[in-house]
């Protein structure tokens, strides 16, 4: 068997593996990449990206029902042609791929791009391949960025091609006359949404009583009322499925609905049936993976490192490309560094937004935590586009007024959760964002509708007038 040597090896061409294989360039060390899976990052193959395009032309052709009310007619004979959607989805998806494959790994040569598995030997010795193919890479750091696959029970997966994932669901010529979605976080609720204003007949089921892995109770309630306007949820009671002719049938507690077909949007699972873990030498938890630590992405204290979605912390693609640039830069360098993580940032693309950023309502303590909040439905930007729906809530520390986070479903929210997010990371307050310019009629009114509230409440006060900082 042939065995060679790198500086570093990288186990996974996903966002985390590309940023730790940029790094590791860039510190002009010897490496190799090795991927056994698709080519592609998750984002671009199955994830984020063409679920926006579904998105896009759900939320285009479901603008329609608007219509009327601005004097437009004709808009009742619109139609949709859904093979055609469902090309154009994959189009995109395509070019996606084509972008990350073209900028990464098409000018490989073979010998630093290896398309197969690898498995540990020991923790700086990988087995690539089987027979007279296979070989060994002693290395002196490795990278895991494995990533995850969509969660399916085992029982689920016999029923075959009526189970659908995300894996599978952009891949449909044409879309099911119904489906039931079980699991209603961020990948179920979006999709469910789209599904529904496409055409089809669309059911949820989320054992959790929350939608969106919001936190904020009054957020979640307001989320749980919209969307059941367009589509039931069943909430709170494990589904379960059974085969019903060419179709399914699905139960939770008392609620049932026979479906062709059902999306299972669970959670993720670690892509590491093949890396043989064990062969670490330290200890693996319940999901068979080792500890490590999130500011230095090293594993025990081992030149081992492991970083995207494969680690279950934080599976969004900036949070994956960080962790990747952390453990290229550590892996490359021989020397750890821990590095400041990024203010979290959570947002979904459902019609209104979902949104969360820093601090979660269920980690702040009430009694030291002012709270603001804004209902969406005066708000003169988003009443004259249509959507003023929802609410939006940030919390401050009540002594200092320092922002400590926000949740909200609304519209634009795409946009105040980055607002918020960097000024929480720049640690502003409450009265120091009041200070900045607010345009009128702009959406942004609404998050200085939500601070004005609480800044109601906090000690911290700004000198002179709350807008204005005098000069002398």
């Keep these: 068997m042939q065995e060679r040597s790198v500086d570093v090896a990288i186990i996974g061409s996903g966002t985390a593996g590309l940023n730790a294989m940029a790094q590791v360039r860039k510190a002009g060390k010897s490496f190799v990449l090795i991927n056994g899976g698709e080519p592609g990052t998750t984002c671009a193959r199955v994830g984020c990206m063409p679920s926006k395009a579904m998105i896009q032309v759900a939320e285009d052709y479901h603008r329609r029902t ?26 995109l998806r395509d070019i996606f791929v084509d972008r990350v494959l073209g900028s990464s790994t098409d000018d490989m040569p073979e010998d630093l791009f290896i398309q197969d598995y690898a498995r540990f030997l020991e923790p700086t010795l990988l087995a690539v391949g089987q027979g007279a193919d296979a070989q060994r890479i ?22 075959g ?20 979605v079980i699991g209603l976080g961020t990948i179920g609720l979006e999709l469910g949404q789209s599904l529904h204003r496409l055409g089809v007949e669309v059911t949820g089921f989320d054992q959790q009583t929350q939608i969106a892995g919001l936190r904020d109770p009054a957020v979640n309630e307001a989320a749980i009322a919209l969307m059941q306007k367009e589509f039931p ?96 830069f550590n892996a490359a360098r021989g020397e750890v560094r821990a590095f400041r993580r990024k203010t979290p940032m959570h947002i979904n693309f459902c019609d209104p937004n979902i949104c969360a950023v820093g601090e979660r ?24 586009m249509g959507k003023n729906r929802g609410v ?30 960097w000024c929480i990371q720049q640690g502003l307050s409450v009265g120091e964002l009041l200070r900045m310019p607010f345009y009128h009629p702009v959406i942004e009114e609404a998050l200085q509708a939500a601070l004005y509230d609480a800044y109601g ?5 700004n000198e002179g007038l709350t807008e204005l900082k005098m000069i002398r």
């Design 138 to 159: 002693r290395a002196g750091a490795v990278v895991i960025a494995t990533g995850s696959t969509p969660l399916v029970p085992a029982a689920w997966r016999e029923l």
């Design 457 to 461: 409440k906090v000690q911290q006060k």
């Design 233 to 328: 949820l069943h909430l709170g009671v494990a589904a379960e499925i059974e085969a019903d002719g060419d179709g399914l049938r699905v139960r939770a507690g008392e609620a049932a609905v026979s479906v062709e077909r059902v999306l299972v949007s669970i959670g993720r699972v670690p892509n590491i049936a093949h890396l043989a873990l064990e062969n670490l030498g330290v200890p693996l938890d319940t999901s068979g993976l080792p500890p490590f630590a999130p500011d230095t992405m090293q594993v025990a204290d081992l030149p081992v490192f492991i970083a995207g979605d494969v680690n279950g912390q934080r599976q969004i693609l900036h949070e994956a490309g960080d962790e990747g640039k952390i453990a290229g």
């Design 392 to 421: 939006l809530r940030v919390y401050a520390d009540k002594a200092d007024g320092r922002l400590r986070g926000m949740e909200m479903i609304g519209p634009k929210g795409e946009h105040l959760a980055h607002l918020m997010c």
């Design 161 to 180: 091609e009526r189970i659908l994932t995300t894996d599978t669901l952009f891949e449909l010529e044409d879309l099911p006359r119904s489906i039931a």
């Design 66 to 91: 608007h219509l009327g009310k601005y004097g437009i007619d004709g808009h009742e004979a619109m139609t949709l042609d859904i093979p055609e959607a469902m090309e154009h989805v994959q189009d």
């Design 361 to 384: 309502f269920d980690a702040l303590e009430p009694a030291t935590t002012a709270v603001g909040e804004i209902n969406l439905a005066p708000v003169g930007r988003a009443l004259i």
